[in-house]
């Protein structure tokens, strides 16, 4: 399992903070709760494997 601790940020209410983030299975696109307010997250990861590279987006539902 490759886990990554990643800073993001709620596209709701603002708030930061911490998600642990597994990129083993690469590209996923998943929903996590926001601590804070409780809205859903979408959580975008796209793995780059050549380069070794993870990008993480978050959005809304609706974006």
């Avoid at 996923?28 to 959580?43: G, S, T, V």
């Amino acid at each position: 399992m490759l886990v990554k601790q990643v800073d993001v940020q709620c596209p709701y209410c603002g708030h930061p903070f911490h998600a642990e983030v597994d990129f083993s299975n690469g590209d996923q696109d998943y929903y996590e709760d926001c601590a804070n307010c409780c809205n859903p997250i979408r959580f975008q990861l796209h793995v780059d494997e050549l380069q070794k590279h993870l990008q993480v987006s978050v959005s809304t539902d609706s974006d």
